[in-house]
């Protein structure tokens, strides 16, 4: 009876959890982050404001954390996506999970501007400890396997990777949302070139 108790209390508190997030992303992405009050979140939530000071301190935890989120449910889909290609490379497999990066967020331009070039925080944001008991391996943990596995060559894979997410982020935003230097399609292979230098040199 306890434990069915418990089951029920904590899918309870994830459920409110889940309603605060979903409220906070449509309305920052709706009407911006400084136009949103915790008030506003709370109200379109349906929840009381007490509830959520039981999970973020404040708006700005609550956007990190969904920054963080929505980076690292991207990366998880562009990887599964890739996985099904069944490319052998990890170069090519690397520039194929930015590739399907690049391709959803031009087609979810408020996810792009919402996350802005903070794209690092899916795979090394300090929140990712919260989010990584709902799964197995994070992204980082995925590639470094990877790298391990097959052996490959790459000096100090960590900061090599971070480098190339910080990259993508930034040319991505610049590029999508303003046209700068470039269009996105006509900006790939120049960004792609750098990519495969980061991984080989």
Do not use: C, W
């Not at 136009?35 to 009381?48: L, W």
């Amino acid at each position: 009876m306890i434990k069915e108790y418990k089951t029920k209390t904590m899918e309870n508190k994830e459920e409110k959890e889940k309603k605060l997030l979903d409220s906070a992303f449509e309305l920052f992405t709706e009407k911006g982050f400084k136009e949103t009050s915790i008030q506003e979140i709370v109200n379109h939530a349906g929840v009381a404001k007490g509830t959520f000071y039981l999970y973020f301190k404040d708006k700005y935890e609550i956007q990190d954390y969904l920054i963080t989120y929505k980076s690292n449910q991207l990366f998880l889909k562009a990887i599964k996506h890739v996985d099904k290609l069944k490319i052998d490379s990890f170069e090519d497999k690397i520039i194929a999970i930015i590739d399907y990066l690049i391709d959803y967020l031009k087609e979810h331009e408020e996810l792009l501007v919402f996350i802005s070039k903070n794209l690092s925080l899916g795979v090394f944001g300090d929140s990712l400890t919260n989010l990584l008991h709902r799964d197995s391996l994070g992204v980082l943990e995925m590639l470094k396997k990877e790298i391990d596995d097959k052996n490959i060559k790459i000096a100090n894979p960590e900061i090599t990777l971070f480098m190339i997410i910080e990259l993508t982020s930034s040319v991505v935003f610049s590029s999508i949302t303003m046209g700068k230097p470039m269009p996105i399609d006509e900006l790939k292979p120049y960004l792609y070139e750098k990519i495969r230098k980061l991984l080989v040199d």
